[in-house]
């Protein structure tokens, strides 16, 4: 059974805070310090190593940072979808829109069909300016496999839950690690797949990070699964279970 783990790729340096949030481009990138790239880089080798293709739901400002490194995804047949143009939030429609034409440059290139919403925050309110830009399938909601729908012909792809838990959040394969494999498995047992993904900062821990703060973490304990390097638990899973394209689930 095809299952469909894919890849968020942001910045550590893009957290939906204030003191991050009002940084520019170019202070973000130095914050970053290279390490999109490199985890990027470690993840593709995996992927390699395994004969594994996914998606990766990609923020447009990494394109502006590291192109080449985009470019090197698709050469590795991996697909390449739109995860907003700075890790935005969407409270509002003109917001998208702003979102999408800041990354025109990255979604004329690529041509993505897929789209993930921060925090898989989503609506479908949205849905017609996906369209508008392209797009035929959103991942930015928790639900069952058979939860999808189609709205203003774009079609949705919850990212699994399993009794409303989102099993399917790079939170609980941080949290269970490769423990996560007997939830998949019961899914896959009732002859249904997985949607699930991981962030590249989940994969190789950035150097001297300045988020989490030690106040956010005993403010916000529930992020200490996100701070649990995954690199072996995806190497375990894309070995176990077969992982396609999330484009591939419109076929």
Known sequence: MLNYLSIDLESWAM?????????????KKRLDNGHAEKSTLKILDILQKTKTKTTFFIVGQIYQWYPKLVEKITRDGH???????????LPDESSLIRSLELSKEFIQKFKPIGFRAPRINFGKK??????????????????EFYS??????????PVSAWKKIPIGSGYFIGLLGNHIDKVYQRLNRSNTPFISFLHNWQILSPLKPTFPTRSYLITHPHYFPYLKNTSKSLEYLV?????????NLLQ
């Open 79 to 89: 697909e390449v979808a739109f995860h907003t143009h700075a890790h935005d939030p």
């Open 15 to 27: 957290p939906n805070t204030p003191e991050f949030l009002q940084l520019k481009s170019q202070q």
């Open 148 to 157: 999808q729908f189609v709205y203003k012909k774009v079609k949705e792809f």
């Open 126 to 143: 949205y849905f017609p300016i996906l369209k508008k830009y392209g797009f035929k399938y959103d991942s930015s909601s928790y639900g």
């Open 239 to 247: 070995k176990k279970f077969s992982i396609s394209p999330m484009k």
